[in-house]
């Protein structure tokens, strides 16, 4: 796959697990994905979803192979969050473009490492925030670019996941804020283009007894600062009993906007003849997000070269885990925290 002319081309998938199996069918309906060669750290299991999908399959070893047998133009990672930064930087030694599941890595260290390896060898990447492909997030970021709300003086962010992850998942998710706080971060940054300076989190580690022996929390608000003083909060949760919420309000001194106030919001009106909303509420992410999974992926395909609007650079999704690790320790040191600490 050529930077500046995409053509068809074999794109390998390494991780066939909950978000690696959409992957896996999205891939392969592209158009510009000739050939699918699917890998894992259980090959079973990468062999038997090849088999239902019609496609290849291989070792995660075969597809680094320094002689490339297999042909590989392109990586895409939906490997567990610990395995991200490693195969980043064994992409850009390969010289393969890469697309990577969010968050980059458990901590800055490697995120950072992962970052500089993938700059110095000047390999296309993208990390997967798939919210910068979302139609309301994109409008949201225009409207308060042109100006129309004013200045930007308050903000609300929502994430709530209808049902938590399985037991199994929780110990090496990197804990709430990294798991889905973080695509709160990232898009925050994007829709103010603003960074965060100070975050201030409390939250409580409810329901399943895996939260709290892993040092995680099932639910917890944020309030965070911007670096030009505008503030607001950050709900995550993982019981949110509605259905999948994923909301964000924008209070300026001309005006208010909010994205994920739609027909399925996960919220009931108590207002007197108010029936909102109409349908079933979000059941949870892939049906909230599948259009947005297709189009960064087909951004991803198209456009290897960064600098393209929408795209997400290695530097971005470090900063986002930055700002999820700082909210991790002011949970435990119970205190406001500079994100510059860290
Ligand atoms: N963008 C989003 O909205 C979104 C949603 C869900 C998950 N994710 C991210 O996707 C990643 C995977 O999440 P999931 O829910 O699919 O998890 P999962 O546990 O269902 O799947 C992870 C898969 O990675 C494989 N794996 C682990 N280590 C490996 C290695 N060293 N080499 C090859 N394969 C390896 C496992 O065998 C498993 O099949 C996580 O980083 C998560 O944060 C993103």
């Not at 500089?116 to 060898?121: I, N, Q, S, T």
């Not at 997967?128 to 670019?145: E, I, K, N, T």
């Not at 909303?277 to 259009?291: A, L, N, Q, S, T």
Request: aromatic fraction near 6%.
């Amino acid at each position: 796959m050529s930077s500046t002319e995409p053509a068809p081309g074999t794109v390998a998938l390494i991780g066939v697990g909950r978000i690696g199996e959409m992957h896996a069918a999205l891939l392969l309906a592209h158009p510009l994905v000739e050939r699918l060669v699917l890998a894992g750290s259980t090959p079973e299991r990468a062999e038997a979803l090849a088999g239902r999908l019609g496609c290849d399959w291989a070792t995660v070893e075969a597809i680094f192979d320094e002689t490339n047998p297999l042909g590989i133009d392109a990586v895409a990672i939906a490997t567990s969050t610990a395995t991200h930064a490693d195969l980043l930087i064994r992409c850009a030694e390969a010289g393969l473009p890469v697309f990577c599941e969010k968050p980059i890595g458990l901590d800055l260290d490697e995120a950072r490492a992962a970052q500089r390896a993938l700059e110095d060898a000047g390999v296309p990447h993208h990390i997967g925030f798939q919210r910068r492909f979302d139609a309301g997030y994109s409008a949201a970021r225009d409207l308060l670019a042109s100006g129309e709300l004013g200045e930007l003086r308050r903000f609300h962010a929502v994430t709530g996941d209808h049902v938590p992850p399985t037991p199994d998942y929780i110990p090496d998710s990197g804990g709430i804020f990294l798991d889905a706080g973080v695509h709160d971060f990232d898009i925050i940054r994007w829709v103010t283009g603003r960074e965060v300076v100070e975050v201030y989190t409390t939250g409580s580690a409810r329901g399943m007894k895996e939260f709290a022996e892993h040092d995680d929390l099932s639910d917890a608000v944020t309030i965070l600062t911007l670096d030009d003083g505008t503030v607001g909060t950050a709900h995550v949760s993982r019981y949110n009993g509605q259905g999948h919420e994923v909301r964000l309000d924008l209070m300026g001194t001309d005006g208010s906007a909010n994205v994920g106030l739609d027909a399925k919001v996960p919220f009931r009106s108590t207002e007197p003849g108010v029936d909102f909303p109409p349908d079933e509420p979000w059941y949870d992410f892939i049906e909230r997000f599948r259009p947005c999974y297709e189009r960064e992926l087909d951004h991803f395909l198209r456009h290897p070269a960064q600098g393209l609007p929408g795209a997400c650079s290695a530097a971005d999704a470090v900063e986002a885990l930055r700002i999820a690790l700082t909210c991790r320790r002011s949970s435990l040191e119970r205190r406001a925290v500079r994100v510059a600490e860290l």
